[in-house]
């Protein structure tokens, strides 16, 4: 069964650092556009970062740009979102999610390709900073 497999929400600390991973079971992430969404409860689906397929190239959007950053373990077939002084506003449940084939900018603020697009979502894992 294909899976993602997200980890390493929790409470963190304004200021603190986040670590999240996404462990992709049964695909092989490399071949994907992957990244990361967040949703705080009653507000719209926000893209955060991602990384194509192609060159590994990172895009941002403008509230994490310079504090968090995403990487592709291709041996450990595993994406990572790391970010850096967290604020409360960062406080969402986080997932990751891939696409082949899809374009890493679309796949940020696209709502058509994030809705019918991307092949596999994770099953969310909550970050809350406290203040």
């Known amino acids: 069964e294909v899976q993602l497999q997200a980890s390493g929400g929790g409470l963190v600390q304004s200021g603190g650092p986040l670590r999240l991973s996404c462990a992709a079971s049964?695909?092989?992430?490399?071949?994907?556009?992957v990244g990361w969404f967040r949703q705080v409860p009653g507000k719209e689906r926000e893209g955060v970062l991602s990384?194509?397929?192609?060159?590994?190239?990172?895009y941002y959007v403008d509230s994490v740009e310079g504090r968090a950053t995403i990487s592709r373990d291709k041996a450990a077939n595993t994406v990572y979102l790391q970010m850096n002084n967290l604020d409360p506003e960062d406080t969402a449940v986080y997932y990751c999610a891939a696409g082949r084939g899809v374009d890493p900018l679309s796949f940020l603020y696209d709502r058509h390709t994030q809705d019918y697009l991307i092949d596999y979502w994770g099953q969310g894992t909550l970050v809350t900073v406290s203040s």
């Open positions: 049964e695909f092989t992430f490399a071949d994907y556009t």
């Open positions: 990384i194509g397929s192609r060159d590994d190239t990172p």
